[in-house]
């Protein structure tokens, strides 16, 4: 069992800064592989970053690589996604999401905890 408490969210403008947040809780959670995922209104979830149980391992979309990072401190039992050089089509209900295996995967019905997303809105 692993329970997922994001934070992190809120407005700024094109060219801005956002940092999330997921604190993880859990027996499991050292041992699972971790993800974000977005979905923007009308539109699918996608895959944004992942990241393996050790954090020596990460995978971004097209439209993250050079822009977002994806990390985690599993002392602290948090991950983490600086996101940098915002765009509008950034804007999305941001998700982090923990699988039970340690393989990054980018498949949303392949993760099994899901927090409760929070909204990142980036103004032109």
């Known amino acids: 069992q692993v329970w997922l408490v994001e934070s992190g969210g809120g407005l700024v403008q094109a060219g801005g800064s956002l940092r999330l947040s997921c604190a993880a809780s859990?027996?499991?959670?050292?041992?699972?592989?971790m993800g974000w995922f977005r979905q923007g209104p009308g539109k699918e979830r996608e895959f944004v970053a992942g990241?393996?149980?050790?954090?020596?391992?990460?995978n971004y979309a097209d439209s993250a690589k050079g822009r977002f990072t994806i990390s985690r401190v599993n002392a602290k039992n948090t991950m983490y996604l600086q996101m940098n050089s915002l765009k509008p089509e950034d804007t999305a209900v941001y998700y982090c999401?923990?699988?039970?295996?340690?393989?990054?995967?980018?498949?949303?019905?392949?993760?099994?905890?899901w927090g409760q997303g929070t909204q990142v809105t980036v103004s032109s």
């Open positions: 999401a923990a699988s039970k295996v340690p393989l990054i995967t980018t498949i949303p019905s392949r993760f099994d905890y």
């Open positions: 859990g027996r499991t959670f050292s041992s699972s592989a």
């Open positions: 990241i393996s149980r050790s954090g020596g391992m990460t």
